[in-house]
């Protein structure tokens, strides 16, 4: 599992794309499978994304991961952690990728 920092500014539209790589370096085609990231702060609600909402959508295995401003949108938390994971059909699941997840408290609020 890869370990990345990611951050956002509170009640922005922001996402991010990620490259799936096998231990060889080889693409691994993740278009069949579900992906689900979720991002859960000790306190506050869990923001889940999936390719099963639109909010995730895979090319082969590329991953573009969309979050909406209305999903932190006045959120009280600062950190969190965050991952990434894929389901098969057969129904097994790995984890891509995941770590800290920071949010940076905005001031301008509309």
Do not use: C
Not at 9 to 33: A, H, M, P, Q, T
Not at 64 to 78: M, P, Y
Request: net charge negative; proline share 1%; no cysteine.
């Amino acid at each position: 599992m890869e370990n990345i920092e990611l951050e956002t500014i509170r009640g922005d539209d922001d996402g991010w794309n990620f490259e799936v790589l096998g231990s060889g370096d080889e693409k691994i085609n993740l278009s069949e499978y579900r992906l689900d990231m979720w991002i859960k702060p000790k306190k506050g609600e869990v923001i889940k994304l999936s390719t099963d909402t639109g909010e995730i959508k895979v090319n082969e295995n590329q991953v573009l991961v969309t979050l909406s401003h209305d999903k932190t949108q006045g959120a009280k938390w600062e950190e969190a952690n965050w991952d990434l994971q894929y389901t098969t059909q057969e129904g097994i699941v790995r984890t891509i990728a995941g770590g800290v997840f920071s949010l940076i408290h905005d001031v301008t609020e509309v």
